[in-house]
């Protein structure tokens, strides 16, 4: 199973459309995952048409978003749990404030974002992968989204990186 991964897309306001390179990475895909800070609901239909979409809410999405997408979810897929949260909240890291999200809870992958940081590291036995942002690379030198593999070999996560929106 083939899977992008995204999240603090912040459309319109940081890119009136999606870059041509993570246009490029929809074309196999399976599933699509944004882990919240959507801004509007428009991205979510034109997602929609490459694969089917889940996700979160993060701190900026407004009423249509918080409607359509919890605050926290649990996919299971290929005999994988995939936990999603957007990490925003007070005190604490991101980080810590995703991993608490899901600490009574079996996760073989943690999908957050909100830092806008691409991480890709396990904490114990879970994945904790943060795609950056496809938008708004704020403090990081590029832009970035993410692909997972589930197979019955294991799990693959990688962030994809470019420069121009």
Known sequence: MEIIVLSDTHMPKKAKQLPERFLKELKNVDAIIHAGDWQTIMLYETLKAYAPVYGVYGNVDGKEIRDKFPAKQMLEWEGYRIGIVH????????????????????????????????????????????????????????????????????????????EAL
């Open 87 to 162: 990490g925003h909240g007070e005190k604490k890291t991101t980080e810590k404030r995703s991993v608490e999200a899901f600490e009574d809870e079996e996760v073989d992958v943690l999908i957050y974002g909100h830092s806008h940081i691409p991480v890709l590291r396990y904490f114990k036995r879970t994945l904790l992968f943060n795609p950056g942002s496809l938008t708004d690379k704020r403090r990081v030198p590029m832009y970035s989204f993410g692909k997972l593999s589930l197979t019955e070999e294991g799990i693959h996560a990688e962030h994809i990186f470019y």
